[in-house]
């Protein structure tokens, strides 16, 4: 294994996430004040996950990427345990009317960020050793499809669609990679959108959202209220923005703005310049990581490689669709950018296994 790392994969990532810190500050300070009478309390945490982030996201880039291979059903089943754990009351706290949380403190961890990722790896080995037979539906795709269903159930169950969504897209995006008959992804695919749609149907919430979507002036001040001050935080941006730490929506009209709209902040505040750093960082990062799965030669850490693009890639455009009001919201957050320590530091991680296969 060569010792060279992709030098500009890391500076993208290191770039991004301190930029997040920042942004953090901007758009939490007047909350946190209000809150906590501590304007420095959000970006103090995000400042600790940030600095064991990036040193485990090191660690991690030094060890040979084949250790998840071989450890990969145990991961699996640690990352089902802890969903199953987090949805029992007493042990899982309820945050946004999502029990997906334990809670340590004034900390919080996500298990279903680990389980995203859980399941990238396990799918990737699983899809390394059956080339053969994913052809066949009850041999090759089947038993990766009940897996997937089982975690997207649980993670349904606490509920958090989006995070379902986005674990679901990404295996999905795998076994379109690795070759599957084309009948079975259209029928696959129509099977997820009905499902979708059902899931939409049996939760007023959820409908709520897509009708906030559709005429968010229809409600303004509740289901349409988050897009509506989220646009109102884009447009007067226009092309350099109104100066860092000048956000006129963070005055309590964007509801807790440092979480999953933080890129209108960003846009506020910094412009379409801004809005366009920030894009072409991710897109350093999408190419780096193409590069290095194109590059790599046994069939696991292509698919691995892959796999962590397509849920990092899927998470961030869900995110900015969002912002911009093309999706309804589904409470995704933006990584690297967004406050939360559970976000940050699996995506740490998941670049430190990019970072280890780039050795090669």
């Known amino acids: 294994m060569s010792k060279k790392i992709d030098k500009i994969l890391l500076f993208a990532v290191i770039t991004i996430s301190i930029f997040g810190l920042i942004m953090i500050y901007s758009a939490s300070s007047i909350w946190a004040e209000y809150k906590f009478n501590d304007s420095f309390r959000y970006v103090k945490y995000q400042g600790i996950f940030l600095i064991v982030s990036t040193i485990i996201m090191l660690i991690i880039s030094k060890i040979d990427y084949k250790i998840y291979y071989e450890k990969s059903n145990k991961i699996l089943l640690i990352c089902l345990i802890l969903l199953i ?30 389980a995203k990722l859980g399941l990238i790896i396990f799918t990737s080995k699983y899809l390394s050793n059956s080339n053969n037979k994913i052809k066949s539906f009850k041999e090759g795709i089947l038993p990766i499809l009940l897996v997937t269903l089982l975690f997207f159930g649980l993670i349904m169950l606490q509920p958090d669609l989006g995070t379902g969504l986005i674990l679901v897209m990404s295996i999905i995006s795998l076994l379109f990679i690795a070759g599957i008959n084309m009948k079975f992804f259209i029928l696959g695919g129509l099977t997820g959108i009905i499902g979708v749609i059902i899931l939409i149907l049996i939760a007023p919430y959820r409908m709520d959202r897509i009708t906030s979507f559709i005429d968010p002036w229809k409600d303004p001040l509740g289901t349409g209220f988050q897009i509506i001050q989220s646009l109102y935080a884009i447009g007067p941006g226009g092309l350099l923005g109104n100066g860092y730490l000048n956000s006129i929506q963070k005055h309590f009209y964007l509801p807790e703005p440092q979480t999953d709209f933080i890129f209108s902040i960003i846009a506020e505040e910094f412009g379409v310049m801004g809005a366009i750093i920030v894009v072409g960082l991710f897109l350093i990062i999408l190419y780096r990581g193409i590069k290095i799965s194109t590059n790599t030669k046994d069939l696991f850490s292509k698919y691995l490689s892959f796999g ?34 559970s976000s940050l530091l699996i995506s740490m991680i998941s670049m430190g296994i990019l970072l280890n296969i780039s050795r090669k």
């Open 85 to 114: 754990l987090v949805l029992i009351p007493g042990i899982g706290s309820i945050r946004n009317g999502s029990r997906s949380w334990f809670g340590i403190g004034s900390l919080g961890i996500q298990p279903s960020e680990f």
């Open 308 to 341: 962590i693009l397509f849920q990092l890639m899927f998470q961030t455009l869900m995110n900015l669709m969002v912002v911009i009001g093309l999706i309804p919201v589904t409470g995704v957050t933006l990584p690297f950018l967004s406050y939360g320590g």
